[in-house]
């Protein structure tokens, strides 16, 4: 059978012609056309909505991440969730920034704190006293890239340099290794989510957020490190089922 409605008479489907979708698949496709359906859906919702639940031919460029939602940091604390802090090394004095954000889930909705945005750290002992500064305990829970140079900047963080670091944080942090997943496929399960809100002193997530788009190629395109950070607690959260 063609469908003549089609440019070159092909057959068009969609996920409603396939009967072995799990209940879950269903809803993951309804929630789709719920993003697309909302006054602020992205052109990466509408892209998602025509292509993975229309089945219409669609190319997938501009902005990814709606516009987050805010709340203060005191309101961020309160949330009765488990928090996890997520870690993307900066390493050149000119370079990429380190970026330290803590996630929360709850009501299916993200949310995030940006704790650390900076360029220049390149002492495992100076992030950790940062880390230290900004409450964190041999007990919080922390995950972080390890690809590259992360993996001994991890192993830093978790040994305190084989006990070299004195003071308070002699003991170190306990830092896991990030789930890698791609990039695209760990920020589409962001998306699946209900909403994402930020705390009102994320000022370099938002503007990440704002940013962060496909190029006419389709492929992403901005800066992403507090967005990496924030993905990585958020895939960690999700595996614990939080």
Not at 59 to 75: K, L, W, Y
Not at 105 to 130: D, K, V
Not at 190 to 204: A, E, K, P, Q, R
């Amino acid at each position: 059978l063609l469908d003549k409605s089609t440019p070159d008479n092909t057959l068009v489907t969609t996920w409603r012609d396939n009967p072995y979708l799990t209940p879950q698949q269903v809803d993951e496709f309804e929630a789709m056309k719920e993003r697309a359906m909302r006054p602020n859906a992205t052109k990466y919702d509408t892209y998602m909505y025509r292509v993975y639940y229309l089945g219409e031919f669609a190319q997938m460029v501009g902005q990814i991440f709606p516009p987050p939602s805010v709340c203060t940091v005191a309101e961020y604390e309160e949330i009765p969730a488990k928090e996890c802090i997520g870690i993307d090394f900066g390493f050149a004095l000119d370079g990429d920034p380190t970026a330290v954000v803590g996630v929360k889930l709850w009501n299916n909705r993200i949310y995030c704190r940006q704790y650390i945005y900076q360029r220049g750290i390149t002492s495992s002992e100076e992030l950790a006293q940062m880390l230290h500064a900004n409450g964190m305990t041999p007990y919080t829970l922390i995950v972080a890239d390890y690809g590259g140079l992360g993996a001994s900047r991890i192993r830093d963080l978790v040994t305190a340099d084989n006990g070299k670091w004195t003071g308070d944080i002699s003991r170190g942090f306990p830092v896991y290794n990030c789930i890698k997943t791609p990039i695209m496929a760990g920020v589409s399960e962001m998306l699946s989510m209900d909403g994402i809100t930020v705390t009102d002193n994320s000022d370099f997530l938002r503007d990440e957020m704002e940013q962060y788009s496909f190029d006419d190629g389709g492929t992403p395109h901005g800066d992403d490190h507090a967005i990496d950070a924030g993905r990585y607690a958020f895939a960690y959260l999700r595996r614990l089922g939080a």
